[in-house]
């Protein structure tokens, strides 16, 4: 960096005396360099290494070389550079001083460094982006195979920020809809002992506020050391569970005040969320005029007859069955009339035999969503994987691995039956030749997978999908635009499209009024195309028609065979180089911000959504990256994308648009007449099958050869008949 500007200005009101040059540490200075009424702060940032950290000479090169080039904007000749480096913890200052200001730097500098949320942040973002980590061993997620740790003579703690930041959607006079920000509450529980802290965050806490999503996170955070420094040592908790990955950061920075009190991540999603759907807890929250803690007992009287573990698990049971259905839960919590609770219980008072009733009956509530969502036969869940889908991890249903040793001793049994099979056949010069075959799968017929009318015939059923639509939000951007897509859109998008072959549109659509942040999906645009299972190739020039001149492009959907946790490395460079080669055209170009990548897997039974978009470090890796056959190419990192915000909306619809020749989009049949140089028109129309016989016409020519035989031969009069 060959220049710099001042960060902070201060200005006199009559006249300082500055001092000549010296450095933060240097005691005797002389006040004889003339007066100023401007005097500037310029802070530095570096990261050291172990041949090139002394931060002295650094500020003082920095200082003398920004006050005598031309290209550094100071507002007067007297000022201060300000060095930090933040690889080895230190710092250092350089440059004029007026009086007090040096002793004033000296001890806001100490404080700043050993208490800045801010620096530890970006300290942690640079270590994590240099990809360099502690060699101290870190602690393993809270699992379904670990989690009795919990019920050791350690005190853990969950930290749940689900309801930290609520909000009541408001429609408005013109259609518009309005957020209005509600009372929250933070969740913290105790699974020993079943105590349960809940602190209500006041609706007022956001006023004036932005980014409220990260700021919801620290808020808990503070909320969350504040509650430990208030509790005697001995009441001190020796962990911190996280419901949220989005959490850790925020309480290692907070928590730096407590080193012996261990920060980890939870894969168990659990529904602690659902606390607030109890009557008492809930109107307590909705009611309160102010931030307040208070304290419930989430075991009643529980632990008089079973143990934590037994209790833990019932309570888990509970509150995945009020998250899942309210009303039902409720229904099966009070079996009959003469159920009652007390005043001072959470739950019903029921005896241990009604109580293992009620569990069954949750646990098949649980089972029979989760069946019902994945297309699953629930009686072909292992115990394992019944545990796993009511503690909420993820699980692979059905189990393939279960499928494969089907499948393994099936053939061990044909192959057990002997069945000798011979065979003659002839060769070229007529040789006769006998084969005999003992093993089955020497006779088996051939047969493709991706044999088309196989797959024409299972296309048939993509509509049904579409009827069980499921929008990924986990670790979604606060920052980013919020996409909303018509459902019309959606549905006819799944109709047209292949079980294991991709097919893509382009978006367009535009902000609301008032709604700067929410991009609505008002169009779809099909192009030429053809694809693969892994990307779809679409030609280099970029839809053009008077009806998209007032919509903004929004970037691209398109279909996958099956559900990735994370954007593909071929979504990343597709992406990246539609971006770049845009980038010179006003007409058409697309902004990185607001240009998204939604993806609809086609999941058992169902269609999984996700949307996302690139970072800078994902747009300069997919620009240059040439392997796009690799699942894991080099330099491909989460960190080259980020997932955004998507909703579903039946409130207004959308239109598609399609090429103007006969509305042919697919060319996977066609592959030669597609070229990437191509030019296309496009016009209003609804968008054709996958298969629809325009897409096809070689197999149409390929039946008339199969009939132009008999169709050849001359019908001659019979005089004799």
């Not at 009303?327 to 241990?352: C, N």
């Not at 296309?680 to 629809?692: A, E, H, K, S, T």
Request: net charge negative; hydrophobic share 40%; proline share 5%.
């Amino acid at each position: 960096m060959t220049s710099s500007a001042a960060d902070v200005t201060c200005f006199a009101s009559y006249k300082w005396p500055v001092s000549t040059p010296s450095m933060l540490t240097d005691s005797s200075d002389r006040m004889d360099a003339g007066t100023t009424q401007k005097y500037w702060i310029d802070v530095q940032l570096r990261w050291g290494d172990y041949d090139s950290h002394d931060i002295e000479r650094y500020t003082r090169t920095k200082f003398l070389s920004y006050t005598t080039d031309s290209m550094s904007i100071y507002p007067s000749p007297t000022g201060v550079v300000v060095g930090v480096d933040l690889a080895y913890n230190i710092y250092s200052a350089y440059g004029n001083w007026i009086p007090g200001m040096k002793p004033l730097m000296q001890q806001a500098m100490a404080k700043i460094m050993k208490a800045s949320p801010a620096l530890y942040v970006i300290r942690e973002r640079i270590r994590k982006a240099l990809q360099l980590f502690s060699s101290e061993p870190t602690e393993s997620y809270l699992n379904s195979t670990n989690y009795a740790e919990l019920f050791s003579h350690q005190t853990c703690w969950f930290v749940d920020d689900t309801n930290v930041y609520r909000v009541t959607v408001q429609k408005t006079f013109e259609g518009n809809l309005n957020t209005r920000p509600i009372n929250g509450a933070m969740t913290v529980l105790n699974p020993r002992t079943g105590q349960c802290f809940i602190k209500v965050i006041h609706s007022s806490v956001w006023a004036g506020q932005k980014r409220l999503g990260q700021l919801a996170k620290w808020k808990t955070a503070e909320e969350t050391v504040a509650l430990v420094r208030s509790l005697p040592v001995e009441e001190q908790p020796n962990q911190l569970i996280v419901s949220r990955k989005g959490m850790l950061d925020p309480l290692e920075v907070t928590m730096l005040d407590f080193p012996n009190i261990t920060i980890r991540g939870s894969e168990m999603q659990l529904p602690l969320q659902a606390l607030l759907k109890i009557e008492k807890i809930g109107d307590m929250i909705l009611k309160a005029t102010e931030p307040k803690m208070s304290l419930w007992s989430c075991y009643d009287n529980w632990l008089a007859t079973v143990s934590p573990y037994t209790a833990f698990s019932r309570l888990v049971l509970i509150l995945r069955a009020l998250h899942i259905n309210t009303e039902r839960a409720k229904i099966v919590l009070r079996p009959d009339k003469t159920v009652v609770t007390e005043p001072h219980h959470l739950w019903p008072t029921l005896s241990d035999e009604q109580w293992i009733k009620v569990e069954n009956q949750l646990k098949d509530l649980i089972l029979g969503d989760y069946g019902k969502k994945n297309n699953v036969n629930v009686a072909s869940l292992t115990a394992s994987e019944i545990r796993d889908v009511i503690l909420g991890m993820e699980i692979q249903a059905p189990s393939q691995q279960r499928q494969q040793i089907a499948e393994i001793e099936k053939q061990a049994s044909e192959q057990s039956q002997l069945t000798a099979l011979t065979t003659k056949t002839q060769n070229v010069r007529g040789d006769e030749i006998v084969v005999t075959t003992t093993s089955s799968y020497e006779s088996q017929a051939f047969a493709s997978k991706t044999e088309w009318r196989l797959r024409a015939l299972a296309a048939q059923n993509l509509p049904l999908r579409a009827r069980h639509l499921y929008v990924s939000s986990d670790d979604v951007s606060d920052v980013a635009f919020t996409y909303v897509l018509p459902k019309n859109l959606l549905r006819r998008f799944i109709a047209i499209a292949d079980p294991r072959t991709q097919i893509a549109g382009y978006m367009y659509g535009v902000s609301p009024e008032g709604s700067d942040q929410v991009k609505e999906i008002r169009a779809i645009v099909m192009v030429p195309q053809w694809a693969t299972h892994q990307r779809v190739h679409l030609p280099d020039a970029m839809p053009s028609h008077d009806y998209l001149r007032d919509l903004e492009p929004l970037g691209w959907i398109h279909t996958m065979p099956n559900e990735l946790q994370y954007l593909s490395p071929q979504d990343v460079t597709t992406h990246a180089q539609i971006l770049a080669r845009t980038a010179d055209k006003p007409r058409v170009r697309w902004d990185g911000d607001r240009a998204a990548i939604m993806t609809c897997a086609f999941t058992p039974g169902s269609c999984t959504l996700s949307a996302y978009r690139l970072t800078p470090a994902g747009f300069e890796w997919g620009r240059e990256n040439k392997d796009m056959a690799s699942a894991q190419p080099d330099g491909f990192t989460m960190a080259c994308f980020e997932r955004v915000q998507m909703l579903l909306s039946d409130r207004f619809m959308g239109f598609f648009m399609v090429p103007d020749n006969n509305g042919v989009w697919n060319y996977n049949f066609m592959g030669p007449m597609h070229r990437a140089d191509m030019s296309y028109g496009l016009q209003l129309d609804v968008p054709r099958d996958f298969y629809d016989e325009m897409h096809r016409p070689s197999h149409f020519v390929n039946f008339a050869g199969m009939e132009s035989s008999a169709a050849d031969e001359v019908d001659l009069e019979d005089e004799f008949a």
